[in-house]
C-alpha cells in the first residue's frame, strides 16, 4: 500500500485502478468509472447489485440519483458539507444515513406481485426509529421536511423516553421517527 497526492488519486482511479479511502465509519474502496468491473470482482459481489456512489458536489450527488426529490435537495442544502449522507433513489434502492444509523430498502423482489404495497395489518416493518444529537436537530429536521411538503406530526415530547420526537412517513406510509434525549 502506498499513499498518494490526491491529483495522483485522481489519475490512477480514472485509469481503473482501485483506491482505500478511510472516512469517519469505514475505510472504503473507491474506483472510478473505469474500475467498477475490478471492485465487483474483488468484492465478490454480483453486478446486478447496487453500490454506493460519491459526487464532487451536492448538484452532482444528487444528479447520480434518479431524479432527486425537494427533500433531498432541501436536506443537502441544510446539512451538507455534514455528517449527513443521502444515497438517492439508483436502479430501485434507497438508502438513508443519519449519523451512525443507515437504513436501505431495496425494491420488489421478484417473486412479490406487481402493485403490492404497503399495509398496516401485514406482518412487516410498521415504524422505524432513529436517534438524533439535540432538540434542534429535530426542528432543523422539520424544516426541510415541511419545505419539501412532507407530511409530519411536527415535534411532540414524549415522557415516557424523556425525548422529543419527529414523526413523519414515506410514500408508503411507513412512520419515521427521530428521537432527541432531553437532559
Known amino acids: 500500500m502506498r499513499y498518494v497526492s490526491a491529483a495522483e488519486a485522481g489519475d490512477l482511479l480514472r485509469e481503473g485502478r482501485v483506491g482505500l479511502v478511510p472516512t469517519e465509519t469505514v475505510v472504503g474502496l473507491v474506483v472510478g468509472k473505469a474500475g467498477l468491473s475490478r471492485l465487483f470482482e474483488i468484492k465478490g459481489r454480483d453486478p446486478g447489485k447496487p453500490i454506493a456512489v460519491l459526487g464532487g458536489s451536492a448538484e452532482e450527488a444528487l444528479a447520480l440519483g434518479r431524479g432527486s426529490s425537494p427533500l433531498a435537495q432541501s436536506l443537502a442544502d441544510r446539512f451538507w458539507p455534514g455528517p449527513l449522507t443521502l444515497v438517492l433513489e439508483a436502479e430501485g434502492v434507497v438508502v438513508l444515513k443519519v449519523g451512525n444509523a443507515l437504513l436501505g430498502v431495496r425494491g420488489d423482489a421478484p417473486e412479490t406481485s406487481s402493485g403490492e404495497r404497503f399495509d398496516a ?63
Open 121 to 183: 395489518f401485514h406482518v412487516g416493518l410498521d415504524h422505524l426509529a432513529l436517534a438524533v444529537e439535540s432538540p434542534e436537530q429535530l426542528r432543523e429536521m422539520q424544516d426541510a421536511l415541511d419545505a419539501a411538503g412532507v407530511r409530519n406530526e411536527g415535534i411532540q415530547d414524549d415522557s415516557s423516553f424523556n425525548a422529543k420526537a419527529l414523526v413523519f412517513y414515506d410514500p408508503d406510509g411507513i412512520a419515521l421517527e427521530l428521537y432527541a434525549m432531553v437532559g
